[in-house]
T-cell receptor, first 115, second 114 residues
Framework: GDSVTQTEGLVTVTEGLPVKLNCTYQ???????FFWYVQYLNEAPQVLLR?????KRTEHQGFHATLHKSSSSFHLQKSSAQLSDSALYYC?????????????FGLGTRVSVFP | DTTVKQNPRYKLARVGKPVNLICSQT?????MYWYQKKPNQAPKLLLF???????READTFEKFQSSRPNNSFCSLYIGSAGLEYSAMYLC?????????????FGPGTRLTVL
């Protein structure tokens, strides 16, 4: 089956410094869609980034990620972490064919930004 | 409005008793999903409705039922709760039937089975 691996359970970073969250995957889908979801405390998960194009950088709210099918990765990065970025981040994939299907999630990475 | 609502937010159930969780969305989305999230585990897809068609994951096929009486509402039903059902249950919806559509999540219902 499909799997998504997020190697860090917790990432702590000082405000203003860069942060990188790792995400790798295994899938049998021929075409795939990737998502980064962010979940703030006591809120619902919400989409942060989405991509299905190989080697194309996707950006939103200062975060960016590039899908690299050659290395099966979709790492999330930000050049300058803010206190408001403290949250739980999920990497997830889905097949991007025309059939409805659910997401396969990673375990999640909790980011704590300190002043 | 991109809100997905879930009721109740917290549910306490007794072992052997039924549990019914409710999800609603007003975005006229075609697809509604249910995920289960346990501590130290990734959210896991349980089932989804695409329009009126129910799709259940093979490994949870017999554990969960669902109904979708109209486009806006979807329920998750446990006929006889066991301790292993204690978890956070997340509902989501998406426009269209393809996997590339963004899923909008509700805040979840935390179920505790005693």
């Amino acid at each position: 089956g499909d799997s998504v691996t997020q190697t860090e359970g917790l990432v702590t970073v000082t405000e203003g410094l860069p942060v990188k969250l790792n995400c790798t995957y295994q899938t049998t889908y021929l075409t795939i869609a990737f998502f980064w979801y962010v979940q703030y405390l006591n809120e619902a998960p919400q989409v942060l980034l989405r991509s299905s194009t190989d080697n194309k950088r996707t950006e939103h709210q200062g975060f960016h990620a590039t899908l690299h099918k050659s290395s099966s990765s979709f790492h999330l990065q930000k050049s300058s972490a803010q206190l408001s970025d403290s949250a739980l981040y999920y990497c997830a994939l889905s097949g991007s064919n025309n059939y409805a299907q659910g997401l396969t999630f990673g375990l999640g990475t909790r980011v704590s930004v300190f002043p | 409005d991109t809100t997905v609502k879930q009721n109740p937010r917290y549910k306490l159930a007794r072992v052997g008793k039924p549990v019914n969780l409710i999800c609603s969305q007003t975005m006229n989305h075609d697809t509604m999903y249910w995920y289960q999230k346990k501590p130290n585990q990734a959210p896991k897809l349980l089932l989804f409705y695409y329009d009126k068609i129910l799709n259940r994951e093979a490994d949870t096929f017999e554990k969960f039922q669902s109904s979708r009486p109209n486009n806006s509402f979807c329920s998750l039903y446990i006929g006889s709760a066991g301790l292993e059902y204690s978890a956070m249950y997340l509902c989501a919806s998406s426009r269209g039937g393809g996997g590339s559509y963004e899923q909008y999540f509700g805040p979840g219902t935390r179920l505790t089975v005693l």
